[in-house]
């Protein structure tokens, strides 16, 4: 097979993924996508380095066996804990990562306050640490991790206007709304939450996440190496999961129409 007509692989802890598959089918109809969620390892912010880890390896040979010319990791802890490795040792295909959007949010701003929400793992892990380091002089940056907002994606619940409402009121519990100029979604589970959290913040804060970012960022790559598709070919996506139970697959496709 041409190596244009391959697909590309995204994967995800789990659900989360499927908001950035959305803006990449979106924004590249013509392309062959399949995607991965590891529900039955989810939740991989609370698990160690070396277990993500070994879980990648693992689903990008899944990838290698079906034939991909380039992997998304739709997981910001996922990258965090294992992209730089997973880029030493699969070197002949593009592998794309995602980190929490503070750049996006803190870039010539200054004296402003961004909370960025995400995993335990994202936040503790040096990359953020990094990043962080670039924005906290000019602006004060806090770090929120919500774990909980991953299992209510993967249970369902999403569509519990109650259980959503308690558990983003109790994050937000001791924090002045009025203080708050921007919020980083920064697990891609919490992108399902942007209307929640519009409903709950003042208008006048930045919602941002990383999704377009690595929307363009695959796409300038595909088109770089010649690689995209043409116009009048017809996409498609195949959703695969590590869970026996069918609810993840039938899930998958809700998140992805909604
Ligand atoms: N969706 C993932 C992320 O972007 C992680 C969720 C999890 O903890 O499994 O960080």
């Known amino acids: 097979m041409n190596n244009k007509d391959k697909a590309i692989g995204v994967f995800d802890s789990g659900l989360g993924g499927i908001s950035v598959l959305k803006d990449l089918v979106q924004s590249m109809p013509n392309e062959r996508f399949i995607y991965f969620g590891d529900s039955a390892n989810a939740p991989y912010g609370i698990k160690t380095k070396e277990e993500i880890t070994q879980r990648c390896v693992e689903i990008i040979d899944f990838f290698l066996e079906k034939g991909v010319k380039a992997i998304v990791i739709a997981c910001n802890t996922a990258t965090s804990a294992a992209a730089n490795i997973l880029r030493e040792k699969y070197l002949h295909i593009p592998i794309i990562g995602m980190e929490p959007a503070l750049k996006v949010a803190a870039e010539g701003q200054n004296k402003n306050t961004i909370v960025v929400m995400a995993t335990p793992l994202t936040l503790k892990e040096d990359k953020f640490n990094n990043l962080m380091s670039k924005y906290d002089d000019n602006n004060t940056v806090i770090k929120m991790p919500c774990p909980e907002l991953v299992n209510i994606v993967e249970n369902d619940l999403l569509d519990d206007k109650e259980v959503v409402h308690n558990q983003l009121k109790y994050y937000y519990k001791d924090l002045n709304m009025d203080k708050i100029d921007s919020v980083v ?3 891609t589970h919490f992108v399902f939450y942007r209307e929640y959290m519009e409903s709950l913040l003042n ?7 990383g999704n377009l ?15 995209l598709r043409d116009n009048d070919e017809e996409g498609s996506v195949e ?8 609810r993840f697959i039938k899930l998958s496709q809700k998140l992805l129409n909604r």
């Open 239 to 246: 959703i695969y999961n590590s869970s026996n139970d069918e």
């Open 203 to 209: 208008e006048s804060i930045n919602i941002v996440d």
């Open 185 to 187: 979604l920064g697990c």
């Open 213 to 227: 970012g690595t929307t363009n960022h695959l796409k300038e790559i595909l088109r770089e190496g010649n690689e």
